[in-house]
C-alpha cells in the first residue's frame, strides 16, 4: 500500500494514498466542519465550509475532496479560513427560509447546528424566500411539491448541498432529481420539470436520509391518524414494524438498538389506538408462502431465480427499470399489507366490523410504504387495506405532540390477538438478509424432511450490499444471493447476464442496509448506529422460543382458520399480489 506524509495543523499523520485531507484530519481527531459530506456518498466540495490553508496554494481548498500529498502542510483554523467559512456559511443562511421553531430537523439540523457553533444569528447578504423567473425577473413563490404520496420537497429549505441528487443517482441509480436553473433561481427539482409524483421515483427516502435541511421529507400523515384517533365510531389499529421498536428511542435520548415494543405499545394505546399488532407476524406469513414457492420453482426447475417481493421500493423500482423481471418476482404482498389484508377481511369478520370502521396504520421506517398502500392492488372489496403510515420519525412527533418526551417509562404491555406471536424468523424481515433467512429455515425443513438444529445462518448477516450464498440440501446445491440498495441491482444483473449466474433465490432490499437505513428512520445517524439497530433485531431472534414460521402456533392457527395452507385459493386471494410495468420519463 503506498503511503503519503503529510502535517495537518503541525501534527505529522501517514496516510493511503487517496485519501483526503478531511479523512487524514479525521484520524488526528481534528474536526473540520462540512455541511455537504454524507457516510457512503461521495464529497462534491459544493458547501465550501471545510476549506483549508495549504502551503504553495494561493487558494483555500476544500478539505472533502483534496487528496493528501507527500510533504503537505495544512492549517485548518487560521483566520483567513475562519472568515471564509463564516462567509460560506452566511451566504447560505442567506438563501435559507429560517423556519427553525417549526422545522422537523430543529435540533438535528446541521446548519443550525453550524451556525451555532459560529455564533451566527443573522446574515448580512439577501435573503432568497423566492425563486427569480428568468424571463420577467419577478420573484415566484417556491411551492412544495405534495405530488409523492411518499415525498415531499420544500425547495425553499434547500441550501443546495447536492447530497440528494448524489444519493439518488450514485447511491440508488434513480436518478430523477438534479440541479436546475442558475444564480439566484438555482433549486434542485425532478427531471424535466415534472413532480415526484410523474417521474420514477422509488419513494425510497434515501433524499430524506440524506437532507440536512428538511427540504425532503416524508409526506406527513400524522393529523389523519389523530383525527381518526378522536372519532369514536373508528376503529383504529396499528401495525407496528419491529425495526421501528428497537429505533425509535434514538428520538428519546436512548441508545441505538434498544428494544422498546412494550412501552411503545402503552404509548400507542395511551393515544386511543384499539389493538396493536405486530407486522412480524405478516413477515411469518410471507415466509410461509415464499418457502412453499420456492419449494415448486426449485423442484420443476421453473421461474428461477425467484425474487423477494417484501420491499415496495424495491418492486416500484424494477416496474420502472427491469419489468423483464417481473414474472421472477414472488407473488405475494409486502409483510404489513399481508397483516393489512387480513385485518380488513378475518378480523373485521371476526369483531362484526365492516372494513371501513377500521383505520389500519402501518408504523415503519419505510417511506415506500406510502406510495405501496396507493396502489390498486392494496385493497381488498374496493376498501384500502392501509389507511395511514407513519415513519419512525412520525410517531416520534405523535409521541411528543401527545405523551411528552417520557413515553420510554410507560408500563410494558404486550401485543394483541391475533396477530401478537412472531417467531424469531419473522423479526429479522427488516433487515438486510433476514428475509432470506427466514425463509431458508422453512424451505430447508421442507425440502430435506430433515430438523434445522441450528436456525442462525450467520453468512447471510454479513454487511455489504452484495452477498452469494451457497448451500448444500441433502445432494444438492442452493445458491441464493442478498441485495440491498437498488444501487446495487445492476452488479446483480451483470453477474446474471455476464457471468451467466445462476441462483435459485434473491433477496433484494430498497433500502441500503435493509430497513435499518429506511427513509423515516430517526436522524442523525452513522454506521455505527445502523449496526446497533440490525443487531438488535438478531437479539430478538435469539430471544424467542419459537424461531421458525412453520413452527409458530399463531400462523398454524390463521392457516386452520381462514387460510388453509400455503398457496390455497383463500391465500392467494387474501396474501397474493401482481406487478404493473411502468413507464419512463428516460
Not at 24 to 46: K, V
Not at 56 to 76: F, R
Not at 95 to 109: E, K, S, V
Not at 122 to 142: K, M, N
Request: charge should be neutral; glycine fraction near 6%; hydrophobic fraction near 35%.
Amino acid at each position: 500500500m503506498d503511503l503519503v506524509s503529510l502535517h495537518i495543523d503541525d501534527s505529522a499523520v501517514q496516510v493511503p494514498k487517496g485519501t483526503t485531507v478531511l479523512e487524514a484530519a479525521g484520524l488526528l481527531d481534528i474536526s473540520i466542519p462540512n455541511l455537504c459530506m454524507h457516510p457512503g456518498l461521495r464529497a462534491q466540495g459544493f458547501c465550501r465550509i471545510c476549506v483549508v490553508e495549504v502551503a504553495g496554494y494561493d487558494q483555500l481548498q476544500p478539505a472533502c475532496v483534496l487528496q493528501a500529498e507527500n510533504g503537505m502542510c495544512v492549517h485548518t483554523s487560521t483566520k483567513k479560513v475562519v472568515r471564509s467559512r463564516r462567509m460560506s456559511l452566511e451566504m447560505i443562511i442567506a438563501q435559507h427560509p429560517m423556519r427553525c421553531l417549526t422545522c422537523a430537523r430543529n435540533g438535528t439540523c446541521r446548519l443550525q447546528e453550524l451556525a451555532r457553533q459560529f455564533g451566527i444569528q443573522s446574515s448580512r447578504f439577501f435573503r432568497r424566500d423566492a425563486a427569480l423567473d428568468e424571463e420577467t425577473s419577478v420573484h415566484l413563490p417556491r411551492s412544495v411539491d405534495e405530488n409523492s404520496p411518499a415525498i415531499s420537497h420544500d425547495p425553499s429549505m434547500c441550501i443546495l448541498c447536492g447530497l440528494c441528487v448524489e444519493a439518488c443517482r450514485n447511491l440508488q441509480h434513480v436518478d430523477v432529481i438534479d440541479f436546475a436553473y442558475r444564480g439566484v433561481a438555482r433549486k434542485i427539482e425532478a427531471a424535466f420539470g415534472q413532480n415526484l409524483g410523474q417521474v420514477e421515483c422509488t419513494a425510497c427516502g434515501q433524499c430524506v436520509q440524506v437532507c440536512p435541511s428538511n427540504a425532503f421529507y416524508e409526506k406527513q400523515e400524522g393529523r389523519s391518524v389523530l383525527h381518526a384517533l378522536q372519532d369514536p365510531d373508528i376503529h383504529v389499529v396499528a401495525l407496528l414494524s419491529p425495526m421501528t421498536a428497537v429505533s425509535l428511542g434514538e428520538e428519546f435520548e436512548c441508545s441505538a438498538g434498544r428494544q422498546l415494543s412494550p412501552q411503545l405499545i402503552a404509548s400507542l394505546k395511551a393515544l386511543g389506538f384499539n389493538k396493536v399488532f405486530d407486522v412480524a407476524v405478516g413477515a411469518d406469513l410471507l415466509i410461509m408462502e415464499e418457502a412453499y414457492q420456492l419449494l415448486n420453482r426449485f423442484k420443476s426447475g421453473q421461474l428461477l431465480p425467484m425474487i423477494s417481493s417484501s420491499s415496495p421500493a424495491w418492486i416500484k423500482y424494477a416496474e420502472h427499470f427491469y419489468p423483464d423481471m417481473l414474472p421472477l418476482l414472488s407473488p405475494c404482498k409486502s409483510p404489513v399489507q399481508v397483516l393489512a389484508s387480513l385485518l380488513k377481511s378475518y378480523y373485521a369478520q371476526q369483531h362484526s366490523l365492516a372494513p371501513e370502521q377500521i383505520f389500519s396504520v402501518s408504523i415503519s421506517p419505510c417511506t415506500a410504504e406510502k406510495f405501496e398502500r396507493t396502489r390498486p392492488e392494496s385493497t381488498f372489496n374496493g376498501h384500502a387495506t392501509l389507511d395511514a403510515c407513519l415513519t419512525t420519525k412520525e410517531l416520534a412527533s405523535l409521541l411528543r405532540g401527545n405523551l411528552g418526551e417520557h413515553f420510554v417509562a410507560a408500563e410494558a404491555q404486550s401485543f394483541d390477538a391475533p396477530f401478537d406471536r412472531a417467531s424469531g424468523a419473522g423479526m429479522l424481515f427488516c433487515g438486510a438478509g433476514g428475509m432470506l433467512e427466514g425463509i431458508m429455515r422453512t424451505f430447508f425443513e421442507l425440502y430435506t424432511g430433515k430438523r434445522l438444529k441450528k436456525p442462525e445462518f450467520p453468512t447471510m448477516r454479513s454487511p455489504g450490499g452484495f452477498k452469494e450464498i451457497s448451500l448444500k440440501l441433502g445432494d444438492q446445491s442452493f445458491s441464493a444471493a442478498i441485495v440491498h440498495g437498488t444501487g446495487t441491482v445492476r452488479r446483480l444483473l451483470e453477474k446474471i447476464t455476464k457471468e451467466k449466474k445462476q441462483y435459485h433465490y434473491i433477496e433484494i432490499k430498497g433500502c441500503p442496509q435493509g430497513c435499518a437505513r429506511g427513509g423515516g428512520q430517526p436522524l442523525p445517524w452513522d454506521e455505527e448506529t445502523i449496526l446497533k439497530r440490525t443487531q438488535a433485531l438478531y437479539d430478538l431472534d435469539a430471544a424467542q422460543t419459537i424461531r421458525k414460521a412453520h413452527e409458530n402456533p399463531t400462523v398454524k392457527e390463521l392457516y386452520r382458520q381462514v387460510l388453509k395452507k400455503p398457496g390455497s385459493p383463500r391465500s392467494k386471494k387474501l396474501l397474493h399480489t401482481s406487478y404493473t410495468q411502468r413507464q419512463r420519463y428516460l
